[in-house]
């Protein structure tokens, strides 16, 4: 961009460090130097501006006007990314301006905060009482216009035990570029602490514990302690909201009800509950439930009534017309039994739920495990699934899975369950109820005693696997891997899986999440130990990387003007040796938000990623994901953290915040100057001010009275004389020819003073010239005194105020008060009947 930064309307100041380029002088604005010729092309700089919010374009603001200030970063920074601060005290804060909550904005990567007292900042905002605000980033790169995510160091085996099962871990990416594993820990008691965070990016604990720590159904921050009133099913199953990132809803039971549960990952808090059955009835009663699927926006869990319960993500509410009609028998519902575990699972299959039910002992009818099909677009059964289907041969068998079969083309064509009593035995069914042979997954020639859950689907490289955790029996904690695409087990996968170099082997796998960015399965089980798998062989630790780093420029500016932004320039890792990673394995992709593939462009040796070739007009917004895979892991180590940098060329990143005008008349000004730090130094902007132009309730209340002499003494008619004054003369007080004596009385009644007051009066000159130039204090007047010879009569004299609001800002217009008349008579004034005037 060329050295004239962009500028809004409002005093468009935007100044170098070291020139001045607009300076406000006696309320006006004045030009009093042109910019430098040339800047330090190794210093940072910081611009300002301003315009007014409530009425765009004005170049003055008036008492009560919200006005938006803008500062400008511009980075010279060179290296590596380093940190930057930008400070901008409220000059006047709380009496000639009021800072705006929520008004402060800060580019991407740039942390906000705000002070009541200018020296200690804080992360929360002060609203109405901030006097200064704050934006830091630790990691600026160049100009600034990048955003920067770190590359996930491969997962090491890292104990994480709780005193609670740790069930399938939820990841998390921060907007820090942390990744995060949560896991609500299962059937605990509803007191007991039972969520975790662990930072996959560190290795350690997440900020914000201790912990774990305990859920609720109210919402706001995670508590500590056995403070929770939410317990865990057997089998919990997650889904994350699409439109709310970082927050992710799980199966709860309450003492009184059954429902879903809201957490907010990023905010470390509890979002509230949405109740959906209330418990106790008979004879059958909702004492659990299995846990959350999602289709078509909505939240799908089976109570151990066997009913359907559904709530909307979008307004987390109930469906209209839950609970729905059991699909089910139910299990484990014996009135009384509260917190009993529901003994099953629930699987999306296309479009339709599925849920498996293991009625047991404890359940109102004893019987074998079978499996039920929910129609959403019906609201009701599924055609061909009128009663549930067998899936057991006895009622001592029992089920923790449910999961879809896929075609060699990955659609889903059908449903399993595998018992886990005995020997594990699989029962399948076509999504429209008919009886089928499983497939050879390889569960079912597993040892007695082994336990299958649920498998992570992923698809990757056009090949479609299930990847089920089994434990139990002779196994310690082991995976099966199953390719619906290619029909058999997968390929370069063992058989059963384990995973020596972790715990011993001792795991006890109840799940895993696929980390589509680092090409990596992340484990967790009964045994407490978080850990990575490598999908493609088994191994653990998963030794591959990657981040995936979204770049909306237009997140950069906030002035309300367009045309900031120019082209995408490139990628680059940062803090990596790519002589490290195995280029022909590794991928780049770049994405549209919608995750449409805008291009595949090529690693570099440099480690460098061309973008220049992708519209930035076209495509506003886009996401790339660039994944490694390693054949070394020493340049992630304690003080070195690689990262993938995102670029754009454009205008200078931007800090905005508004603030109030204060409605004290004695302001007559706002004004602001920010200051920063970076690498290159202190930083300081020009300060902009803004001319405060009067309203009405801090303007002069100017008024006039014209009156004329009574009597024809010009010494009773002068200064100080005793008149008297009258609006008419009497009648032939001039007879035919005289001298009239006026008077001018001007007033001002308002709240401020009046300024460069004048008296306009046409018919007497000189009572202009007798007036002159004057002032006029709130609550003073001035009286004016002048005479003509009249040579014709009746003749009517009328006179006018013309002022300016004290402190007026240059430019404002002078305002003329109503006028005001006397009239001079004669003996013509018989005859014409003109004896009264009007004002």
């Not at 220049?612 to 390693?630: D, E, K, N, R």
């Not at 730090?677 to 014209?706: F, H, I, M, W, Y």
């Not at 040579?791 to 609001?805: E, Q």
């Given at each position: 961009m060329s050295d004239t930064r962009r500028r809004p309307p409002l005093l468009r100041a935007a100044v170098a460090v070291g020139a001045v380029l607009m300076a406000v002088a006696a309320g006006s604005v004045q030009p009093v130097a042109a910019r430098a010729a040339a800047q330090d092309a190794s210093a940072s700089t910081l611009t300002k501006s301003v315009r007014d919010v409530t009425r765009p374009g004005s170049t003055t603001a008036a008492h009560g006007d919200t006005v938006g200030w803008t500062i400008g970063y511009h980075g010279a920074g060179s290296g590596a990314p380093s940190p930057a601060t930008v400070t901008d005290p409220v000059q006047g804060a709380g009496t000639a301006q009021t800072y705006v909550p929520g008004s402060l904005h800060t580019p991407p990567g740039w942390t906000p905060s705000w002070s009541t007292d200018g020296a200690d900042f804080t992360s929360t905002d002060q609203g109405a009482a901030t006097v200064a605000v704050r934006a830091s980033n630790p990691e600026v790169s160049g100009a600034g216009t990048a955003v920067r995510g770190g590359l996930l160091p491969p997962v090491q085996a890292a104990a994480r035990s709780t005193g609670g099962d740790g069930f399938t871990p939820v990841l998390y990416r921060a907007p820090s570029g942390d990744v995060e594993a949560w896991n609500i820990y299962h059937h605990t008691g509803p007191a007991a602490p039972v969520v975790v965070c662990n930072d996959l990016s560190t290795g350690q604990q997440c900020d914000g514990g201790p912990w774990p720590r305990p859920l609720n159904t109210t919402a706001g921050p995670l508590g500590s302690g056995n403070t929770g009133n939410v317990y865990s099913p057997l089998t919990p199953q997650y889904v994350t909201d699409p439109g709310r990132p970082g927050v992710v809803y799980y199966p709860a039971v309450t003492a009184t009800s059954v429902g879903v549960g809201c957490l907010d990952m990023g905010a470390r808090a509890d979002c509230g509950y949405v109740q959906l059955l209330a418990s106790g009835g008979s004879p059958s009663s909702a004492n659990g439930l299995a846990g959350l699927v999602t289709t078509g926006g909505d939240v799908y869990g089976v109570a151990s009534t066997g009913q359907v319960l559904c709530m909307v993500i979008a307004s987390r509410t109930p469906c209209a017309g839950q609970p729905f009609a059991a699909v089910v028998p139910p299990n484990h519902d014996l009135p009384g039994s509260?917190?009993?575990?529901?003994?099953?699972?629930?699987?999306?299959?296309?479009?339709?739920?599925?849920?498996?039910?293991?009625?047991?002992?404890?359940?109102?009818?004893?019987?074998?495990?079978?499996?039920?099909?929910?129609?959403?677009?019906?609201?009701?059964?599924?055609?061909?699934?009128?009663?549930?289907?067998?899936?057991?041969?006895?009622?001592?068998?029992?089920?923790?899975?449910?999961?879809?079969?896929?075609?060699?083309?990955?659609?889903?064509?059908?449903?399993?369950?595998?018992?886990?009593?005995?020997?594990?035995?699989?029962?399948?069914?076509?999504?429209?109820?008919?009886?089928?042979?499983?497939?050879?997954?390889?569960?079912?020639?597993?040892?007695?005693?082994?336990?299958?859950?649920n498998p992570e689907v992923v698809t990757a490289g056009g090949d479609t696997r299930s990847y089920f955790a089994v434990w139990g029996g002779p196994l310690p904690g082991d995976t099966v891997c199953w390719s619906w695409t290619h029909a058999q087990p997968c390929a370069g996968f063992p058989a059963v899986a384990?995973?020596?170099?972790?715990?011993?082997?001792?795991?006890?796998?109840?799940?895993?999440?696929?980390?589509?960015?680092?090409?990596?399965?992340?484990?967790?089980?009964?045994?407490?130990?978080?850990?990575?798998?490598?999908?493609?062989?088994?191994?653990?630790?998963?030794?591959?990387?990657?981040?995936?780093?979204?770049?909306?420029?237009?997140?950069?500016?906030?002035?309300?003007?367009?045309?900031?932004?120019?082209?995408?320039?490139?990628?680059?890792?940062?803090?990596?040796?790519?002589?490290?990673?195995?280029?022909?394995?590794?991928?780049?992709?770049?994405?549209?938000?919608?995750?449409?593939?805008?291009?595949?462009?090529?690693?570099?040796?440099?480690?460098?990623?061309?973008?220049?070739?992708?519209?930035?007009?076209?495509?506003?917004?886009?996401?790339?994901?660039?994944?490694?895979?390693?054949?070394?892991?020493?340049?992630?180590?304690?003080?070195?953290h690689p990262a993938l940098s995102v670029a754009f060329q454009g205008d200078d990143p931007q800090v905005c915040l508004r603030t109030v005008v204060g409605a004290d008349c004695a302001t007559a000004?706002?004004?602001?100057?920010?200051?920063?730090?970076?690498?290159?130094?202190?930083?300081?902007?020009?300060?902009?001010?803004?001319?405060?132009?009067?309203?009405?309730?801090?303007?002069?209340?100017?008024?006039?009275?014209?009156?004329?002499c009574t009597v024809s003494s010009a010494q009773r008619c002068g200064p100080d004389g005793t008149g008297p004054w009258a609006k008419n003369s009497p009648v032939g007080l001039l007879h035919l020819l005289g001298v009239a004596y006026w008077r001018i009385?001007?007033?001002?009644?308002?709240?401020?003073?009046?300024?460069?007051?004048?008296?306009?009066?046409?018919?007497?000159?000189?009572?202009?010239?007798?007036?002159?130039?004057?002032?006029?204090?709130?609550?003073?007047?001035?009286?004016?005194?002048?005479?003509?010879?009249?040579?014709?009569?009746?003749?009517?004299?009328?006179?006018?105020?013309?002022?300016?609001?004290?402190?007026?800002?240059?430019?404002?217009?002078p305002t003329t008060s109503a006028p005001s008349s006397a009239v001079a008579c004669s003996l013509l004034c018989i005859l014409a009947g003109d004896t009264r005037t009007r004002t």
């Open positions: 509260s917190y009993a575990l529901y003994q099953g699972a629930t699987v999306v299959a296309a479009g339709k739920v599925f849920a498996s039910s293991a009625p047991q002992n404890g359940s109102t009818a004893a019987g074998p495990p079978a499996l039920g099909c929910f129609d959403p677009a019906t609201g009701a059964v599924c055609a061909g699934w009128a009663t549930p289907h067998p899936a057991g041969t006895s009622s001592a068998q029992y089920t923790y899975s449910a999961y879809a079969r896929y075609d060699t083309s990955g659609a889903a064509d059908g449903v399993c369950t595998t018992d886990s009593s005995g020997v594990p035995v699989t029962f399948c069914y076509t999504l429209d109820g008919a009886a089928t042979a499983p497939a050879a997954t390889g569960l079912d020639s597993l040892a007695s005693g082994v336990l299958v859950f384990g995973h020596p170099t972790v715990n011993g082997g001792a795991t006890r796998d109840y799940g895993y999440t696929y980390d589509a960015t680092t090409r990596c399965l992340i484990g967790l089980g009964d045994a407490g130990v978080l850990f990575s798998m490598d999908p493609s062989t088994g191994a653990s630790p998963c030794v591959h990387s990657g981040a995936s780093v979204t770049l909306h420029p237009a997140d950069f500016y906030c002035d309300g003007e367009s045309g900031h932004v120019q082209a995408y320039t490139a990628a680059r890792l940062e803090d990596f040796d790519v002589s490290h990673a195995d280029l022909s394995a590794s991928t780049v992709s770049v994405t549209d938000p919608d995750g449409s593939v805008v291009a595949a462009p090529a690693l570099a040796p440099d480690g460098t990623v061309d973008l220049s070739g992708i519209s930035a007009a076209g495509h506003p917004s886009i996401t790339v994901t660039v994944q490694l895979v390693l054949t070394g892991t020493g340049d992630f180590t304690d003080t070195n000004q706002v004004s602001d100057t920010a200051t920063g730090a970076d690498t290159t130094g202190d930083l300081t902007s020009p300060t902009v001010a803004v001319a405060v132009e009067p309203g009405a309730q801090c303007r002069p209340v100017v008024t006039v009275n014209k009156e004329i009385t001007v007033t001002n009644s308002g709240p401020v003073g009046a300024a460069d007051v004048t008296v306009d009066d046409p018919t007497t000159p000189s009572c202009h010239s007798a007036a002159g130039v004057f002032a006029l204090p709130p609550g003073a007047s001035r009286q004016v005194y002048c005479s003509s010879f009249l040579i014709a009569l009746p003749m009517r004299n009328t006179a006018s105020a013309t002022y300016l609001p004290a402190q007026a800002p240059g430019g404002t217009p």
